[in-house]
């Protein structure tokens, strides 16, 4: 669908700018969006480098350790099926702090390994267990105590105070971590009754 919607759009916009006279005013903001959007790649590309450095240094140290004692007992409550798997759990340790860093992008290879241990895991290889089901979950609505994405992106986009919303993302994103793990709950309580009937 995207395929076809994207076009049309250009095909609009480059249409309109030769009928309105307004072709010189495209082809400068081409170049300055070519522009932005590669200093914001090296930007972000920076900051996954440096994240992704930080986590790889951190899963060969005893800090992975630390950081599973922290979080056992919320792994335990979110996912009660991988009691007896330590390399599942490790895995959706560092996915869970890489999301609560704000690290996008450098969670999801944290998290696509969490998802293969899970899988194997898995008793019915063609439906999402309820432990894979709450990974996605964490992973699209995670807490974020340091939204480094975003930071990194108002920065390079000239923004005079980048880390003012750092407050408005720890409510939205505690909102909607509640949100997301409660439903996910009820859900999974729903499920395992229907199965036992």
Same mark, same amino acid.
């Given at each position: ?28 903001s ?14 972000m ?6 994240? $992704?450095? +930080?986590?790889?240094?951190?899963? =060969? @140290?005893?800090? &992975? #350790?630390? *950081?599973?004692?922290?979080?056992k007992? /919320? ?17 959706i ?37 309820? $432990?894979? +089901?709450?990974?996605?979950?964490? =992973? @699209?609505?995670s &807490? #974020?105590? *340091? ?5 990194? /992106? ?25 949100a ?18």
């Open positions: 669908m995207l395929n076809l919607v994207w076009p049309i759009f250009i095909i609009i916009s480059f249409s309109y700018a030769i009928f309105s006279g307004n072709l010189q005013n495209l082809n400068s081409i170049f300055e969006s070519i522009e932005s959007a590669v200093n914001l790649s090296i930007t590309l920076g900051t996954m480098c440096l994240w $992704s450095g +930080i986590i790889n240094v951190a899963q =060969n @140290t005893s800090i &992975i #350790q630390v *950081i599973n004692k922290l979080l007992p /919320i792994i335990k409550f979110l996912f009660p099926e991988i009691k007896g798997n330590p390399k599942a759990q490790d895995e340790s560092m996915n869970m702090v890489a999301n609560i860093l704000g690290l996008g992008n450098a969670a999801t290879p944290l998290g696509l390994k969490a998802m293969e241990s899970l899988q194997k895991e898995n008793k019915n290889k063609k439906e999402l267990s309820n $432990s894979m +089901i709450m990974l996605i979950v964490l =992973n @699209t609505a &807490i #974020q105590l *340091i939204p480094t994405t975003i930071i990194a /992106i108002r920065s390079s986009l000239g923004s005079e105070n980048p880390t003012s919303i750092i407050f408005p993302v720890w409510i939205a994103t505690i909102c909607a971590g509640v997301g793990i409660s439903v996910t709950k009820l859900f999974m309580k729903y499920t395992n009754k229907r199965e036992k009937l």
